[in-house]
């Protein structure tokens, strides 16, 4: 019943930007963006609620920023200083849940998961 699309996904440089794009739709409490790399686990990348708080993995170091419209329907990953280890799929994801925190990814028994968007980094 819940679409999330992602758009924004590519190809880039070490040292280049992307951004990344999900719209939603439905009422969401907390949204964030994963990723997962060849031969590894799905991982949180950042996380929003809706008043603005906002959770970064620690391994980012300030490249990635995330934000929203103010509908809350549209979901942002803006990625600069791209470096080949960010090269992975991402994934976007809509947690309907009213107390979903974006302290652990908008974890929740009531969520929806993009279909995924491919970002390559190369060297």
């Known amino acids: 019943q819940v679409q999330l699309v992602e758009s924004g996904g590519g190809s880039v440089q070490s040292g280049g930007s992307l951004s990344l794009s999900c719209a939603v739709s439905?009422?969401?409490?907390?949204m964030a963006w994963f990723r997962q790399a060849p031969g590894k686990e799905r991982e949180g990348v950042a996380a929003i609620d809706r008043i603005g708080r906002t959770k970064y993995a620690n391994s980012l170091q300030g490249r990635f920023t995330i934000s929203q419209n103010n509908a809350k329907t549209t979901l942002y990953l803006q990625m600069n200083s791209l470096k080949p280890e960010d090269t992975a799929i991402y994934y976007c994801?809509?947690?309907?849940?009213?107390?979903?925190?974006?302290?652990?990814?908008?974890?929740?028994?009531?969520?929806?998961w993009g279909q995924g968007i491919q970002v390559t980094v190369s060297s």
């Open positions: 994801r809509a947690s309907f849940a009213q107390y979903a925190s974006p302290y652990d990814y908008c974890s929740s028994s009531t969520t929806s």
């Open positions: 439905g009422y969401t409490y907390c």
